[in-house]
C-alpha cells in the first residue's frame, strides 16, 4: 500500500498540468453548484417573505373593511378616510378649517408618536369607543387647548342641517343636540415638528361623526398586507363575495408585481438546479474517467512489472480521488467566501462519481492489450 501511494504521489509530481486540471474542475464545479445552490435558497427565502399587499378604494363600509382585515389570509390591514377642506375646529367658538384623518393606525400620517393624556395610550386610542381625537401642538399652542380640552369637530353646515331636519326643536335643545354630536376630546399632541392642519381620528369608530360630517363617511383607502402569495386568489375571490352588495365605485389592485418575479425565479432555481447538478455530477465523473485512460502507458508498465490489475485500478483511482478531494475543499472554500455557504450536499455526490467514473475507466484502461497500452499516445 504505502508503494502504490508513493507511486501516485511520484505521479502527481510528473503530471502537474493533469493534477492542476482535476483539481480545478472539482473546484469550479463545486463553487458553482454551491453558488447555484444559495440562489436558490435566497429566492426560497425571499418567497416566504415579500408581502403581497391589496388595496381596495371607492368608499367601503368600515365594518366591512374590518371584516376583510380579520379574514385568515390577511396578516394586517391599514383603513384610511380623509376628508379635507369641509370640516372645522371649534373652540372657544373660533373656527379653524383643517384636515381629518380617521385612520387605523395615526402614525402613517403623523410620523411620530403622540404625548398622550393620562391614563392613554397608542392602543386605547385606535380601540376608543368615544369621540377623541390627537391635535398638532402648532395648534395645541395657538389655541390655548391643552390635554383633555373638548373641541368640537363639525361641518360648517351641521348647524343649519339640524335646523333644518328637526324644527321641533328649541335653540338651546338644538344647540344641546349640536355639542354632543360633534364634541369631542383631545387625548394626544402630535410633536411640533410634525404640525400641520391634520386632525387624526380612530376609524373604527368613524360612524360616531356620521351626523356632524353630513355627506357620507367611508372608508376610501383601505390596504391590506397578505400572509403569503397563495393566499392571493382566496383574498380576491373573498373580497367579491363581502363586498357584492357594497355601494359605490368600489376597486380592488393587488401589488403582486415583485412577489411574481421572486416565483417565477425561484421556479426557475428549483428548475434549473438538479439539471445542472446532475450535468456537473456527470463530468465530475467522466473527466477524471479520461484521465486515467491518458495514463495508458504508466498502466502497461506497472503490468509488465508483475502488479495486478486490482492494485492497478486502486493507483489509477486514488490519484483521481485525492485531486478530487483536493479541489472539493478549495471549491467549498470557495463558496464560502463568495458568500454560498458550506454547500454539503453536493460535494458528496461529487466525490461519489468522481471514484465511480475512476473505477470504471481504470478498469476498462487496464483490461486492454498491453501492447495497444504502450502503444497508446497520451
Not at 381596495?56 to 383603513?79: P, T
Request: hydrophobic share 45%.
Amino acid at each position: 500500500m504505502s508503494a502504490g501511494l508513493r507511486y501516485t504521489l511520484r505521479h502527481l509530481r510528473r503530471s502537474r498540468v493533469k493534477s492542476v486540471l482535476a483539481v480545478l474542475l472539482a473546484l469550479l464545479l463545486t463553487a458553482a453548484v454551491g453558488r447555484l445552490d444559495a440562489l436558490r435558497r435566497h429566492y426560497a427565502a425571499l418567497c416566504s417573505s415579500v408581502e403581497v399587499r391589496g388595496v381596495v378604494s371607492g368608499g367601503l363600509s368600515v365594518s366591512r373593511a374590518e371584516k376583510l382585515g380579520a379574514l385568515d389570509e390577511v396578516k394586517g390591514a391599514y383603513l384610511e378616510l380623509m376628508r379635507q377642506g369641509s370640516e372645522f375646529l371649534q373652540a372657544d367658538d373660533s373656527i379653524h378649517e383643517c384636515i381629518l384623518c380617521f385612520s387605523s393606525d395615526y402614525t402613517v400620517n403623523a410620523g411620530a408618536e403622540a404625548l398622550w393624556l393620562e391614563g392613554w395610550d397608542r392602543t386605547k386610542f385606535q380601540e376608543s369607543v368615544t369621540r377623541v381625537c390627537l391635535i398638532p401642538q402648532a395648534w395645541a399652542e395657538e389655541l390655548g387647548i391643552g390635554l383633555g380640552d373638548r373641541v368640537r369637530i363639525a361641518n360648517a353646515n351641521f348647524l343649519g342641517t339640524l335646523h333644518f331636519n328637526r324644527p321641533e326643536l328649541s335653540m338651546e335643545e338644538m344647540m344641546d343636540l349640536y355639542r354632543r354630536k360633534s364634541q369631542t376630546t383631545v387625548v394626544g399632541i402630535v410633536p411640533k415638528e410634525n404640525a400641520g392642519s391634520m386632525l387624526w381620528l380612530p376609524i373604527h369608530k368613524m360612524d360616531l361623526y356620521n351626523e356632524a360630517l353630513p355627506g357620507g363617511l367611508s372608508v376610501e383607502y383601505a390596504l391590506y398586507t397578505l400572509r403569503s402569495y397563495e393566499d392571493v386568489q382566496a383574498f380576491r375571490e373573498l373580497y367579491y363575495t363581502e363586498t357584492a352588495r357594497e355601494k359605490g365605485n368600489l376597486s380592488l389592485y393587488l401589488d403582486t408585481a415583485e412577489a411574481d418575479r421572486v416565483h417565477r425565479m425561484a421556479g426557475l432555481l428549483n428548475t434549473l438546479y438538479p439539471i445542472a447538478m446532475g450535468v456537473a455530477l456527470l463530468l465530475g465523473g467522466v473527466l477524471p474517467g479520461l484521465m486515467v485512460l491518458q495514463s495508458s502507458k504508466e498502466t502497461a508498465i506497472l503490468r509488465v512489472l508483475g502488479m495486478s490489475r486490482k492494485k492497478v485500478c486502486a493507483m489509477l483511482t486514488g490519484e483521481q480521488v485525492l485531486l478530487c478531494i483536493l479541489g472539493l475543499i478549495l471549491g467549498a472554500a470557495a463558496a464560502f467566501f463568495l458568500g454560498s455557504g458550506w454547500e454539503l450536499v453536493y460535494p458528496g455526490f461529487h466525490l461519489a462519481a468522481c471514484l465511480v467514473g475512476s473505477v470504471i475507466f481504470a478498469w476498462v484502461s487496464t483490461g486492454k492489450d498491453l501492447l495497444s497500452l504502450l502503444q497508446a499516445k497520451e
